[in-house]
């Protein structure tokens, strides 16, 4: 368990352009982590800022491409990030298979700077269970606006056809369950 606290964190750097002129990125965030009891309740607030030029695949500097698993889609390059989480760990000593469940609830959001865009909100219910090295985490998202929790439908020829975190053009409300087994040793 955390410690109580509020903590921040600040980040500044140079970007190195591909066939673009370079730019420059800041963030800086803010964390509250309360516990009472077996109750966690954390939340933060977060500034994002990416300057960059308009030579962009989009034609603008208010999206920038970022990429994950050999797949690139654009963020938006200026907005807040607020998010919340509440837990409850709930240990499990009359089960000799299972040492704790920790049932969670977060949400968070991009509200993003551009008028143009849709800002991009996500929710979470959840369980993270532990036995020994083994944590299995359950949980079912509901998001309009990020591409990994479902894009059934969207139109990626298009930047208003597809619900992301850049434009979210779409601005559709999608859910995906989730069920990730990890061992940690």
């Known amino acids: 368990m955390e410690k109580n606290g509020v903590y ?5 750097g140079q970007l190195d352009g591909t066939g673009v002129d370079d730019g420059e990125h800041w963030a800086a965030s803010g964390h509250l982590v309360f516990n009472v ?3 966690t309740l954390k939340a933060q607030l977060s500034r994002y800022e990416y300057r960059i030029d308009n030579a962009t695949p989009w034609g603008n500097d208010e999206l920038i491409p970022m990429g994950a698993y050999d ?3 654009p963020i938006a390059t200026k907005a807040w990030l607020p998010a919340i989480t509440v837990s409850y760990l709930i240990n499990t000593d ?3 298979w299972l ?3 920790l ?8 509200e993003k700077d551009s008028g143009s865009f849709n800002d991009s909100q996500l ?4 369980a993270a269970w532990a036995s020994g090295g083994w944590y299995i985490y359950s949980d079912l998202a509901y998001s309009d606006g990020n591409t990994f929790i479902g894009n059934r439908g969207d139109d990626y020829s298009r930047l208003d056809g597809i619900g992301d975190l850049g434009a979210n053009g779409n601005n559709r409300w999608r859910y995906r369950f989730n069920l ?4 940690y040793f």
């Open 123 to 126: 929710f979470i219910a959840g």
């Open 180 to 183: 990730n087994l990890g061992y």
């Open 37 to 39: 009891d077996r109750f």
């Open 8 to 12: 921040s964190s600040y980040t500044h």
């Open 71 to 73: 797949f690139a889609w």
């Open 94 to 96: 009359t089960l000799p």
């Open 103 to 110: 049932p969670y609830l977060e949400w968070s959001s991009s």
């Open 99 to 101: 040492d704790s469940v």
